[in-house]
T-cell receptor, first 116, second 117 residues
Framework: AQKITQTQPGMFVQEKEAVTLDCTYD???????LFWYKQPSSGEMIFLIY??????QNATEGRYSLNFQKARKSANLVISASQLGDSAMYFC?????????????FGKGNQVVVIP | GAVVSQHPSRVICKSGTSVKIECRSL??????MFWYRQFPKKSLMLMAT?????????EQGVEKDKFLINHASLTLSTLTVTSAHPEDSSFYIC?????????????FGPGTRLTVL
């Protein structure tokens, strides 16, 4: 069964506008972590933001925020004030359990293109 | 901080040869590194988990004799693709666990694009 689901088709967003990328996850483990990574065309995977399952508040990192809805098992990424450099693939990932040795399960990714 | 390098960034080799890819954590020690493979327009597929000083743990379906992993130090893991064939052509990307931070996050290298002729 797929643990991370990202189903949005490629998205075009106007520069300076906000964009929300959907991510739903499936786990029976009460302890888990959720991650978002950005992959530009160069191929590198850039860590953006992390949300722990026990975190009470939604994570924020600069223009990135995570809309964590635990009951719905969703962890949507919000990018505010989009910039041309935000054009990339965005991957949602989950790690079950607390150990950093545990594997990350990745979704299929969302393609975002920011237009001027 | 949390910089991971990978070398080479791109390699083209003949079928039957072996290729070694290095993954280094530059500003932190990584007891655990991970090796992934990514096909065009696809997600990352975990190949193996590499632990410093011990044998790597391979995912189901990954041939350990074909993809040799060595994690000899706290800052270096290597992946050797032995007797490479065209079907091994892919984007290989490593990550290193940075355990000192709250998220205990994996930080990724820039990837290696392997083309086997």
């Amino acid at each position: 069964a797929q643990k991370i689901t990202q189903t949005q088709p490629g998205m075009f967003v106007q520069e300076k506008e906000a964009v929300t990328l959907d991510c739903t996850y499936d786990t029976s483990d009460p302890s888990y972590g959720l991650f978002w990574y950005k992959q530009p065309s160069s191929g590198e995977m850039i860590f953006l933001i992390y949300q722990g399952s026990y975190d009470q508040q939604n994570a924020t990192e600069g223009r990135y925020s995570l809309n964590f809805q635990k009951a719905r098992k969703s962890a949507n990424l919000v990018i505010s004030a989009s910039q041309l450099g935000d054009s990339a693939m965005y991957f949602c990932a989950m790690r079950e359990g607390l150990s950093g040795n545990n594997r990350l399960a990745f979704g299929k990714g969302n393609q975002v293109v920011v237009i001027p | 901080g949390a910089v991971v390098s990978q070398h080479p960034s791109r390699v083209i080799c003949k079928s039957g040869t072996s290729v070694k890819i290095e993954c280094r954590s530059l500003d932190f020690q990584a007891t655990t590194m991970f090796w992934y493979r990514q096909f065009p327009k696809k997600s990352l597929m975990l190949m193996a988990t590499s632990n410093e000083g011990s044998k790597a743990t391979y995912e189901q379906g990954v041939e350990k004799d074909k993809f040799l992993i060595n994690h000899a130090s706290l800052t270096l893991s290597t992946l050797t693709v032995t007797s490479a064939h065209p079907e091994d052509s892919s984007f290989y990307i490593c990550s290193a666990r940075e355990g000192s931070r709250v998220a205990d996050t994996q930080y990724f290298g820039p990837g290696t694009r392997l083309t086997v002729l």
